[in-house]
């Protein structure tokens, strides 16, 4: 059975930092790249970041260069989420995914797999 388990959301004050986490298991892990979405209430999702956990690119939104910061550690099985300097306007629910090869720049409907999110709270 295919699992992706986000965790790490929480209340933070602006300015803040979190790490969100992401376990993956049910599928050859080296083989997939996983990335992180957010929605926010009464907005479209986005796409924050992506990593291939075969060679290690990434992919970064516009909105979240020089802030967060996504790794893998592939002994884990497990993506991580970095976010510093946090904004009340990341405030969204933060969902992992999977889909199979190396392209870090796909559009939600390339991935395979979700999770099924974590709240992030930003207070101003």
């Known amino acids: 059975e295919v699992q992706l388990v986000e965790s790490g959301g929480g209340l933070v004050q602006a300015g803040g930092s979190l790490r969100l986490s992401c376990a993956a298991s049910?599928?050859?892990?080296?083989?997939?790249?996983i990335g992180w979405f957010r929605q926010a209430p009464g907005k479209e999702q986005e796409g924050v970041s992506c990593?291939?956990?075969?060679?290690?690119?990434?992919y970064y939104a516009d909105s979240v260069k020089g802030r967060f910061t996504i790794s893998s550690d592939n002994a884990k099985n497990t993506v991580y989420l970095q976010m510093n300097s946090l904004k009340p306007e990341d405030t969204a629910v933060y969902y992992c995914?999977?889909?199979?090869?190396?392209?870090?720049?796909?559009?939600?409907?390339?991935?395979?797999?979700w999770g099924q999110g974590t709240q992030v709270t930003v207070s101003s």
């Open positions: 990593i291939s956990s075969s060679d290690g690119n990434t």
């Open positions: 995914a999977a889909g199979r090869g190396t392209v870090v720049y796909r559009a939600f409907w390339e991935y395979d797999y």
């Open positions: 049910g599928f050859t892990f080296d083989d997939y790249a």
